[in-house]
């Protein structure tokens, strides 16, 4: 069973500030995809990376995977209040996995202002 | 443009009574289906999937079921509720292998 690791579970910012969440697993995979959510919805792709190394931007966010494809990390750069929600990793194992995903625990981001 | 139903929106039901959750996708053919669920805005847990009509795996044992009576329609069922099964139930669709998922809204059901 492949597992993964987010950190942290909780985060509590001021506006302008920056931070990083964490995505680890002692396994590989094809893909990572992390997802945005808002209470009482589904989550949201933000982004998919795909080959090791590859970094991604989006606005102020900064998508890494890891040379070995086993991690990857979200940055954000100046938070803003708009970015309080909840943040989940999720691999994809490639293979005859069906597009099953495995979600790590999830980061609860808040952004005061 | 593919679209995702899924209701109802929230649920509470007593323990022993039986569920039925319905999730419909709209603007895509054979997609794989997925249900999860999640516990107090944490990680997502993989409880079905099913990649054709009436296939369905199952990820872990449980007092719940799926079914796929159609292409695009997933539904998670439970002959009697335990009040274990209290939680949020996303379901979710894909298409080709490293495409997005799409969730739906999800159902909030409290199990009383």
């Known amino acids: 069973t492949q597992l993964l690791e987010q950190s942290p579970q909780f985060l509590s910012i001021q506006e302008g500030e920056n931070l990083t969440v964490y995505c680890n697993s002692s396994?590989?995979?094809?893909?990572l995809q992390w997802y945005r959510q808002e209470p009482g919805e589904g989550p949201v792709l933000l982004v998919t990376?795909?080959?090791?190394?590859e970094v991604k931007k989006l606005k102020r966010l900064t998508f890494q995977f890891g040379d070995a494809r086993k991690d990857s990390s979200l940055h954000i750069t100046a938070a803003q209040p708009g970015d309080t929600g909840l943040y989940l990793c999720a691999g994809e194992a490639g293979g005859t996995s069906y597009g099953k995903l495995t979600f790590g625990q999830g980061t609860i981001l808040t952004v005061h202002p | 443009s593919q679209t995702i139903h899924q209701w109802p929106a929230t649920l509470v039901q007593p323990v022993g009574s039986p569920l039925s959750l319905e999730c419909t996708v709209e603007?895509?053919?054979?997609?794989?289906l997925y249900w999860y669920r999640q516990a107090a805005g944490r990680g997502l847990q993989l409880l079905f999937y099913s990649v054709g009509i009436g296939q369905i795996s199952s990820e872990v044992p449980q007092n719940l079921s799926a079914s796929r009576p159609q292409d695009r329609q997933f539904i998670l069922s439970s002959k009697k509720l335990l009040l274990s099964d209290s939680g949020f139930y996303l379901c979710a669709w894909r298409g080709v292998i490293s495409s997005p998922l799409h969730f739906g809204n999800g159902t909030r059901l409290t199990v009383t």
């Open positions: 396994s590989v995979f094809s893909s």
């Open positions: 990376v795909v080959t090791g190394g």
């Open positions: 603007g895509t053919s054979n997609p794989n």
